[in-house]
């Protein structure tokens, strides 16, 4: 009994710190106190942040995230992603006159990414159907991870139909350089949040039991 009980709360430990340390949420307190499930505490907590700080989030805390990421479920564990982490506030800026270059009637377009100090850019392979699942599920790994560490996130799908729409943008997506055979699909701005939106309303009548 006394080897079952040791077991489980190794078990609970390892999971609770593989992607590195107790839970936080945005006010920094410890989601794994006595009686709370960190993971639901974790996702739960976790929103769509569009004010952050003036703060570098390190590379060893993007690296734990990115990580995470990849070690999300994939179809046929083929991977089907592409990643390009973007840290360098001068390379943000250059994407981001580019995009206000290539949009001269739209005031700040480059807003779309919504200040997050790191953008990270995801392509799919688009010789591959479930590429878009397996991106979506990536970008939620790193959103999840990010949370538990006490970064903000924001899955950000306007910037992919602002850069793919327009050949003007063309410049950026060679910056970003992916593969040949992958298609720019998703956007993830990381930070620390300078904001603690409360959750939106969801509708569970979405969810039916089927008897
Ligand atoms: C595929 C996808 C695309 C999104 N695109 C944008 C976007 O372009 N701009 C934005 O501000 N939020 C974007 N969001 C964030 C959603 O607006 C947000 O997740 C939703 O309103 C629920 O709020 P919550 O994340 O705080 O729970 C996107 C989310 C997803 C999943």
């Known amino acids: 009994m006394k080897l079952i009980k040791t077991l489980v709360g190794c078990f609970c430990l390892m999971a609770m710190t593989s992607c590195g340390g107790n839970v936080h949420n945005h006010e920094g307190e410890d989601c794994c106190a ?3 499930n960190a993971v639901i505490e974790n996702i739960m907590a976790r929103r769509s942040i569009r004010k952050y700080k003036n703060e570098v989030v390190s590379r060893e805390i993007l690296d ?8 999300a479920p994939n179809g046929q564990n083929k991977q089907s992603w592409e990643v390009r982490v973007v840290d360098n506030s001068q ?3 250059e ?3 580019t995009m206000n270059e290539a949009y001269p009637n739209m005031q700040n377009v480059a807003s779309c990414f919504r200040d997050a100090p790191v ?5 799919r392979d688009k010789s591959y159907d479930f590429s878009a699942f397996d991106c979506g599920l990536m970008a939620q790994n790193i959103m999840l991870s990010a949370q538990s560490l006490g970064i903000g996130s924001i899955c950000l799908g306007s910037p992919v139909r602002m850069i793919n729409d327009n050949p003007a943008c063309a410049t ?10 992958y ?5 993830v701005g990381l930070g620390y949040a300078d904001e603690s939106p409360a959750a939106k309303p969801r509708d569970k009548a979405k969810v ?3 008897e």
């Open 208 to 210: 039916k039991y089927v």
């Open 91 to 93: 390379v943000m800026e």
């Open 95 to 97: 994407i981001k006159n």
């Open 119 to 123: 953008m990270v850019f995801i392509a």
């Open 183 to 187: 298609e720019f699909c998703l956007c």
């Open 34 to 36: 006595e009686g709370k």
């Open 172 to 181: 950026i997506l060679e910056r970003l350089n992916f593969s040949e055979g």
């Open 64 to 71: 734990q995230i990115m990580e995470c990421g990849i070690n």
